[in-house]
């Protein structure tokens, strides 16, 4: 009975956080032809599952690092939606008040570290702040996300190797939706098999091949509970995903050819979000729905009205003097 | 009791001070706690602070400055040592890309106080590649801060305020400069950014030397007291943030400005110094200027190229006396073996 009750709690849990990212990404495209959104946006819709996964694996104060493509980590790790939209809009209210966009989203209280827009650099950065965590004698770990196209950067490998070498608390996890902008992971490297690379560092890596948000939260979750037992890091999971929209913008881009939709139909039929919807109650759902929908909602009405920084904003924060 | 510490002494005490009195301190870098030691700025402290908060790192210089920008982060007080300023090309995307501008496109949810040392060579045929001072690249970036202290002195109170700075800092070394000895007192202190000395004065010219042409500068005034020429000598200290009013007021003074730098001209530190002296004083005095910096090549290693490639205290000289005789003078004074070797000890 006790086991029945934690499952459906998880169930719900789950798909209310997949169900925000979706739709909050569903309204970004909706509003951004009218051009009040500032800032260039990379959609996760397909993907969520990679972040809902990871993240209800992890505790609050644990960290995660992204890329630009920012929005299903972050709000799957907690971060403040209304903070995010008024990001995006260029607004004071911000979560880097009007200074980052989208491709630069943080919310430090939540453990979610600023994204960059330069692939793979933000891999250093987890396993420096991995690395201070152990010094400091800190039981939290860090999760480090990319894309397939961050496999290509030298700055990954050096970053493993120093990740194996001080066997630090650090999860790396690669969300391989197989384009690197618009070239395929076969067209960049002879071979496809990512996880061959990394074991040659000495780092475990799995493959996680059918974006299941419950598989890819079980295997994190067993190496978040080895990382928290004490035993060696890092982790390496590789989880095959698949990206609905462009690479950057709202729309499709199958028209222009260098994807076809039978390579995305399985996953389009696969929708995590659309799996989740099915092992909950159909009112329980209606209910998360209604919540989820006014909380984006009020999320955007809010960015509407905000004020935009003020003219002191630009030179703040350049240092710290 | 003055004190007389070389500048490797005073940057292995800056750090060892700071690592006792802050665990957040860490030092890392290829070779920080290998048998040589650095030169000897970091002899010791692998021993005295363990292999944790003092190693060396694999020759991964981009991921080990991400790393430092990863502590910085978390709260650490990295100190990322490089033996060559050359090697610091592998990592610019780290120091460019996120070190600058974490603080302001994250809203100022986080800074990152890194300190990055590099050393800048000379002689013994260091060549192209182990002689660049690329100073100003940095300089060219908001959110970095810059310094390149060219005395024990300053090179104690510059790296205690750099590891206490709660912004990057690119702190620039010469290895010749590390033979430098002058007076270091034992407790701490810091060199605040943005505070220029003047370093002798004069009524004639102004020159302004940068790492270690602040030295051939130096050099160069003691050539002119046989002239009846009179230099200014300013040491800028930190070069970002500048403190350009000191320079200023002193070519209020003398209307003549030299800028001697240790790297390239082209859109250099001189160009920068020269520039905002002028558009602080135009319509107001009228400035002869003059700039100095390696010549526009690659660093040659045979001595005979080399020894065209730098300014030195000679052709400083000369050049400062054109500016105020004004022409071509052809005045080189002869080498003077006194005037070899020139170390301004402080106090300050």
């Given at each position: ?16 956080s997949?169900?925000?990212?979706r ?34 694996a992890?505790?609050p104060?644990d960290v ?17 939606l209304?903070?995010m ?15 980052g966009g ?10 979610i ?12 950065n ?6 201070a965590?152990?010094?400091?004698k ?35 996890v ?10 395929h992971?076969?067209?960049?490297h ?14 475990p890596?799995?493959q996680?091949?059918?974006n ?17 037992a004490?035993?060696?890091g890092p982790f ?13 913008g ?14 995305a ?11 989740l ?34 003219a ?10 | ?13 800056a750090?060892?001070?700071q ?8 030092l890392?870098g ?5 048998p040589?030691?650095?030169?000897g700025?970091?002899?010791g ?23 430092a ?20 090309m ?53 959110g ?41 007192p034992?407790?701490?202190y ?20 940068i ?8 050099r ?15 040491d800028p ?6 403190d ?11 209307g ?29 005095r ?8 390696y ?9 005979s190229l ?15 006396y ?5 022409g071509?003078?052809r ?18």
């Open positions: 009975m006790q086991k029945k009750k934690l499952v459906k709690e998880t169930y719900e849990r789950f798909y209310r997949i169900y925000r990212i739709r909050a990404e569903e309204e970004i495209a909706r509003i951004y032809p009218s051009d009040k959104i500032k800032s260039p946006v990379h959609l996760s819709i397909g993907q969520e599952a990679v972040s809902v996964g990871v993240c209800e992890l505790r104060k995660v690092f992204g890329t630009y493509r920012s929005h299903a980590y972050y709000l799957a790790k907690g971060g403040d209304k903070k939209i008024a990001e995006l809009y260029g607004k004071a209210t911000g979560c880097a008040k009007g200074k989208s491709m630069h989203l943080i919310d430090v209280g939540h453990g570290m600023g994204a960059s827009a330069v692939v793979g650099t933000t891999i250093a987890a396993v420096g702040f991995a690395y965590l152990r010094l400091q800190k039981d939290s770990i860090v999760v480090s996300f990319f894309g397939d196209g961050a496999t290509d950067e030298g700055v990954f490998y050096e970053s493993l190797n120093f990740a194996a070498l001080k066997q630090l608390p650090i999860i790396f690669c969300e391989n939706n197989l384009y690197a902008i618009h070239t992971l076969l067209r960049r002879k071979d496809a098999d990512v996880c061959g690379r990394i074991r040659a560092f000495g780092i890596a799995e996680i091949g059918d299941d948000v419950f598989a890819i939260n079980e295997r994190v979750k067993a190496a978040v509970s080895a990382l928290r004490g035993q060696a390496f999971f590789e989880c095959l995903t698949y990206r609905w929209k462009e690479h950057v709202p729309n499709d881009d199958f028209h222009l050819g260098y994807r076809n939709y039978e390579e139909r399985p996953w389009i039929e696969g929708d995590q979000v659309r799996r919807a099915t092992l909950i109650p159909s009112q329980r759902r209606a209910l998360i729905e209604a919540q989820v929908e006014e909380e984006i909602q009020a999320a955007f009405a809010c960015a509407e009205d905000d004020a935009l920084p003020e002191r904003e630009l030179l703040t924060d350049v240092t710290g003097d | 009791m003055e004190r007389i510490l070389s500048y490797v002494e005073a940057i292995r005490e750090t060892d001070q690592m006792a009195e802050d665990p957040s301190v860490v890392f290829l070779d920080v706690d290998d040589k030691a650095i030169q700025t970091t002899r402290l692998a021993e005295k602070y363990g292999p944790e908060r003092v190693f060396g790192t694999p020759l991964s210089e981009e991921a080990m400055t991400g790393a920008v990863g502590m910085a982060l978390a709260g650490l007080r990295p100190i990322h040592v490089h033996i060559r300023m050359d090697f610091l592998l990592a610019m995307n780290q120091l460019v890309n996120v070190a600058a501008k974490s603080r302001y496109m994250h809203g100022g949810q986080v800074h990152v106080p890194m300190v990055v040392r590099c050393m800048i060579g000379k002689s013994w045929g260091q060549g192209a590649q182990h002689s660049q001072g690329l100073h100003s690249f940095f300089m060219h970036v908001p970095l801060k810059v310094v390149a202290p060219t005395n024990p002195y300053d090179a104690k109170g510059c790296l205690i305020q750099a590891i206490r700075d709660n912004d990057p800092v690119i702190y620039v070394e010469h290895r010749i400069l590390h033979f430098q000895k002058g007076i270091v034992e407790e701490l810091r060199i605040p950014p943005g505070k220029a000395r003047v370093l002798g004065e004069g009524r004639d010219v102004t020159l302004v030397g790492s270690h042409m602040l030295t051939e500068c130096l160069a005034r003691r050539y002119l007291e046989t002239t009846d020429v009179e230099a200014e000598v300013i200290i930190w070069l970002s943030p500048l350009i009013e000191t320079v200023v007021k002193s070519v209020k003074k003398t003549r400005l030299c800028v001697v730098d240790n790297g390239w001209t082209a859109c250099g530190a001189s160009a920068e110094i020269v520039t905002r002296v002028i558009e602080h004083l135009q319509g107001e009228e400035v002869a200027v003059h700039r100095m910096g010549a526009p090549a690659t660093c040659p290693p045979t001595p080399e020894d065209l490639y730098y300014p030195n205290a000679r052709t400083i000289a000369s050049a400062a054109d500016l105020v005789k004004g071509r003078n005045w080189l004074p002869a080498e003077r073996e006194e005037l070899q070797e020139i170390e301004f000890r402080g106090p300050f």
